[in-house]
């Protein structure tokens, strides 16, 4: 009964936190969403997988807010890439957010 309790007890909060405004959540990111970046991006922190092939710039250490920035750029087509424009337009806010989270503590 206590097992459950406390089950329910963090279902709940978990509700809580999808229901608040857009925060970036690091942890969020980590678990589901880098997994389609890291093909491109390599390890987090790590410069580019495929430096022969085209050049990935290093996302890993960089401001939240400059990640946020370029995303949302690639979103609306003012930054041009058409790899980075497809993958920035299947996030939502709460991805961007989250993944901007996660990069942004990477060294
Ligand atoms: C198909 C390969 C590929 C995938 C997958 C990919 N990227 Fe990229 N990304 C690139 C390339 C190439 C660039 C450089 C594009 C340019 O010159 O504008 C880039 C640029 C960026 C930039 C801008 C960096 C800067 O310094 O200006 C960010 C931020 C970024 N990617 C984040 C992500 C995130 C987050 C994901 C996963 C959701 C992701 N990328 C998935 C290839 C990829």
Redesign the pocket.
Known sequence: MKKLFALLAVASLAQAAAAAEVVGNAKDAADK??A??I???AIPGYKASYPEV??????GG?SAK??EA??KA?QKGE???P??RG??GS?TDQ?IAD?AAY?SQQK
């Open positions: 969403k880098i389609m970046c093909g491109c991006h085209f050049q990935v710039p290093k996302i960089q400059y990640l370029a995303l690639y930054r041009k890439n790899s980075m993958i920035a996030l991805d993944l990069y």
